[in-house]
């Protein structure tokens, strides 16, 4: 994890250089060094010590789930039976096992987990809450909602806040 120093180091150089890649985690540095006003040379440089601080955790292909057959989005909401560090572990390590759960939050409020599920369909999902999550030895209650429509998906961070502050 970057130090508080390292962190505060970072220049308008360095939150450019991020925002590019997160658009395009495949520029190569010719392209990036384009984008960003610096040389390919320093735009590696700047690129490996970000990688090697952590900052940059590592790249990777968005691919379109419709395009692929897997249509259903929905949102889970889990309450568990009782609260322990144990069960906290059993439900994370379940979660982590089920590759259709593509994102697994803990909360404040009325859930204790709201999960990202993403399936062909609705019997798939079906399956998963009845026969995976419902049977969970620490899991009280489930609710599920279906996403209709997405009105925003990016996974981009506010770098452009991180300039103002």
């Known amino acids: 994890m970057p130090s508080s120093q390292e962190i505060d180091a970072l220049d308008q150089f360095d939150l450019k250089l991020l925002a590019a890649l997160e658009a395009d ?10 984008k960003v006003g610096l040389s390919a040379s320093q735009c590696s440089r700047r690129r490996i010590r970000l990688e090697e601080s952590g900052v940059i955790e590592g790249y990777s292909a968005r691919l379109n789930a419709a395009r692929l057959g897997i249509g259903l989005l929905a949102l889970v909401q889990v309450s568990m039976t009782l609260h322990s560090k144990e069960n906290a572990k059993k439900f994370t390590d379940f979660v982590n096992a089920v590759d259709e759960i593509q994102e697994a939050y803990a909360l404040t409020g009325d859930a204790d987990y709201l999960l990202k599920v993403v399936v062909p369909d609705l019997k798939d999902l079906s399956r998963i809450i009845n026969d995976l999550i419902l049977p969970h030895a620490s899991v009280s209650h489930v609710k599920s909602s279906i996403v209709l429509t997405t009105l925003k ?13």
Do not use: K, M, Q, Y
């Open 25 to 34: 985690g495949g520029l190569t540095n010719s392209e990036l060094a384009e």
């Open 153 to 165: 998906d990016s996974h981009r961070l506010p770098l452009s806040a991180r300039s103002r502050a």
